[in-house]
């Protein structure tokens, strides 16, 4: 996450508050409505995407607002995730609760839970508890649902392809190497779950020793070896023991050889090209990594 931007005041008649947080008339209006006088407390927004994400302060307390343009699907993602997947979690105030959401507007308002995200505490991110929380956590979501999908992984590796013919930096005989191994995939029914799509440190916090999920822009129904693909290519790399404390926790290991061999590599592919669209150089030369890692599976 960005470090935080200075805090702005509340909207006042000389204040302009599109140029200060990324609301646009329409979103800025809504808001208002639902929370009249707010404060903007801090800006927690990117700034790689057009997503803008707002800890703001009312007469009823403190919210998150998230609002994006009209051609980013994150926020209508995160409403649907709302409204249907996250009873197990508000059962043990494990995630927000949604207050208000507008799907045309491309707006919504969340409770504010405390704590700070664990990717920026170095003892959290480095302890074995943090992962089995999470774990256990993640199987609480996954566990609440599941259906068989035939076509699941032909439209996986579609994207994977997708994403390989839009411009990027990856050479012309990495481009060959990762197109040929994914035809190499075979496209099995797969059970898919509720997932999180980016269960990573950066999306979870950590209040008195307790772990809770925070962002649920990339929820989507996958398989749930999905949500450990960008653990393992991170966290877990040369960290043996908290991969093991995490699957303590999640209560068993979901991946399959095959398809979480094919699962890496679009994953790799997709952090690749997205990184370099959005000019994220860092997370570009993991996406490198990653593919590299990947073909070194086949």
Known sequence: ??????????????YDPRVRIGLSDEQLTLVSTWFPGFEVVTDHSWGLVD???????ADSGDIVVKAAGPANHHITREIVAHRRWTGPWLATASVNRLLHADAELNVLALSHLPGGLVLDDPHAVADPDTYRQAGALLAAFHHQHRVVSETHEAEADAKALAWLDREHRVDPATVVALRAAIATHEHQPVELVPTHGDWHPRNWLLHE?????IDLGRAAPRPAWTDLARLA???WQGAEHLERAFLAGYGEDPREPAPWRATLLREAVGTAVWAYQVGDEQFERQGHRMIRQALDLY
């Open 51 to 57: 997503t803008t994400v707002l800890h703001l302060r």
């Open 1 to 14: 996450m960005v470090a935080p931007r200075e805090p702005a005041p509340g909207v006042g008649p000389s």
């Open 233 to 235: 290519r991170q966290e």
């Open 209 to 213: 020793g307790v772990v809770s999920v």
